[in-house]
């Protein structure tokens, strides 16, 4: 292979490499922009993930919340049900009370008060006034049967009275069941708030994970872009080293030829200098450089 020929193949494999190392340069801006995207990407996603935690955070406490106003709820709901129960029980009892006291009413067929003064006056009648035998023992019968009266409406008032004192009764556990029903209400009222409140979050967690899942899925993505890269340049890397093998011998062979010219270029350089030196003319430093190199002229030694 002649020099011209040599030339043109060490220039055509130097291009080679220069075109793979322009690639490699192409994809390793390439893959320092997916990296930045990469980068970008993952503290987004780790941004969204911190931010769900911190929310899940919320949502369980006013789940806790909830929970807990939900057991207050049903242990007034438990206590407004023994109320009930009482009252039923009460109202029963009135039922049955009254029942009884109307009975005795039927019986005293007057007020208390108006038996009070029959009896009181058909007594002093009966002690203070002479009258016959016979209308004594009529009034005397009639006495016993007011007097007979008179204690059943004496029992009938004592019976209202108990009557009185359970409706009394009944109507502070009505007013107590008012009172639960109230708290009750506004206890579920804060209920479904806390309820309301944690599904709200719940509903902005999964968009957060839904984002913070597209994030990651486009971060992997970015990651086999840029092992598929890291792929193209380890395959570069290893023609470059191919074509690198191949340059070498053309290489060492170009020095070769060029040391060899070289060499007759500083041979025919030192024949005209050392005519110049042995004809007493002027030399240059090349000359005399060139007479050095080649050993054509001695220097004296420092004695």
């Known amino acids: 292979m002649n020099e011209k020929e040599l030339k043109r193949k060490i220039n055509g494999l130097r291009n080679e490499i220069d075109h793979r190392n322009k690639k490699l340069k192409a994809i390793y801006h390439e893959l320092e922009f997916y990296k930045g995207e990469a980068d970008t990407l993952r503290a987004k996603r780790n941004q969204l993930n911190e931010k769900a935690r911190r929310l899940r ?30 009252i039923k ?13 109307d009975e005795l009413n039927r019986i005293a067929g007057a007020p208390d008060a108006l038996l009070t003064e029959i009896y009181h006056r058909d007594i ?30 004496k029992k009938a008032d004592t019976v209202h009275g108990k009557v009185s004192f359970t409706y009394e009764e009944v109507k502070k556990l009505n007013q107590n069941i008012d009172g639960i ?8 009222e804060e209920s479904q708030e806390s309820h309301q409140r944690a599904m709200n979050i719940y509903k902005e967690i999964d968009v957060i994970s839904e984002e913070s899942s597209q ?16 792929g193209q340049i380890g395959s570069i890397k290893e023609e470059i080293k ?35 030196l042995q004809s007493r003319k002027r030399i240059s430093i090349d000359d005399f450089r060139v007479l050095l190199e080649k050993n054509e002229i001695d220097l004296p030694v420092a004695k």
């Open 242 to 276: 191919s074509v690198q093998k191949k340059l070498a011998p053309f290489v060492d062979e170009w020095e070769k030829i060029r040391h060899e010219r070289d060499e007759r270029r500083k041979s025919q350089d030192a024949l005209k200098a050392k005519e110049k």
């Open 181 to 188: 029903n109230k708290s009750i209400q506004s206890l579920v």
């Open 89 to 101: 029980t009460l109202t029963e009892d009135i039922k049955e009370t009254k029942g009884y006291r």
């Open 215 to 230: 994030a990651h899925k486009k971060l992997v993505e970015r990651y086999d872009l840029m092992n598929h890269l890291r």
């Open 124 to 153: 002093e009648k009966l002690l203070e006034k002479d009258i016959p035998v016979e209308d004594e023992i009529r009034l005397f019968d009639k006495i016993l049967e007011v007097k007979d009266r008179l204690m059943a409406a």
């Open 57 to 86: 955070g919320e949502a369980k406490s006013f789940i806790i919340k909830r929970n807990s106003v939900n057991k207050e709820i049903g242990r007034l709901k438990n206590k407004r049900a023994s109320f009930i129960e009482k």
